[in-house]
């Protein structure tokens, strides 16, 4: 039986912050601490929507979870969307405890068995998959019409969910999404070029020169923020 799941509507920030949306962490802890401390400089009026795949990749997905577990806890008004790799995550772990640890050791990410696992579990799969805005709608991969599953990419990312909503409203918005690696000029260009639909996820993991970035997107602004990666050690291959 598949879960129905209707998009989140928030609209506007009512309480006069900023609206921003950030791609994908990939377990890139400090340079996702530092663009929201250092160049973000958040305060709770803002609100952070994170476009999915926090975790996995980089080295550690355990504090990048916990930073997001304190920013809730401190009021801080902060939306993480689903990933891919949320949801891999989530059904690697109903697939018994070794397939879940060699599934972590794949992806870097065996900080996260320890005493706060049930917590990040927890905290994952409450995740929204889609969260549509006044003028914006945010999801890790963007709306694919005309497809059975319409949030998901050629992999189907997302079997379990029949997602219910209005095709033709939520697609006339400006669509921000993650997933797919873009460099920093191809965002700035989607910036300029007013797209419609675009990806900020900058490879913050990625060592090359090209990528290892991660991206911020003032939605009211449009400005981007782009957060070099801090360390050499949140890439390992
Ligand atoms: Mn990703």
């Known amino acids: ?118 917590e990040y579990l927890g905290l994952i799969s409450n995740f929204e998959y889609c969260i549509e805005l006044d003028d914006f709608v945010l999801s890790h991969s963007g709306i694919n019409k005309g497809r059975i599953n319409p949030f998901t990419d050629l992999r189907g990312m997302f079997p379990d969910v029949k ?13 921000v999404h993650g997933h797919l690696v873009k460099t920093i000029s191809e965002i700035e260009n989607s910036i300029l070029n007013k797209e419609r639909r675009f990806s900020i996820d900058s490879g913050c993991y990625l060592a090359n020169e090209e990528f290892g970035y991660l991206t911020a997107l003032d939605l009211d602004e449009m400005k981007l923020f782009f957060q070099k990666k801090k360390e050499g050690n949140e890439n390992k291959d």
């Open 1 to 118: 039986m598949k879960k129905e799941y209707t998009p989140v509507i928030m609209g506007k920030n009512e309480g006069g912050g900023r609206r921003i949306a950030i791609g994908d962490i990939h377990g890139c802890f400090y340079s996702f601490e530092s663009l929201l401390k250092e160049k973000l400089q958040i305060n709770k009026k803002d609100q952070i929507f994170l476009l999915g795949d926090t975790i996995d990749k980089g080295l550690n997905s355990a504090l990048v979870l916990d930073l997001i577990i304190d920013l809730k806890e401190n009021n801080y008004q902060i939306f993480p969307i689903r990933g891919n790799h949320e949801e891999q995550l989530l059904m690697a772990y109903n697939c018994g405890f070794d397939f879940f640890e060699n599934y972590l050791n794949e992806y870097n990410s065996l900080d996260l068995i320890g005493e706060r696992l049930d």
């Open 163 to 175: 997602f219910k909503f209005e095709e033709e409203r939520l697609t006339s918005k400006i669509q």
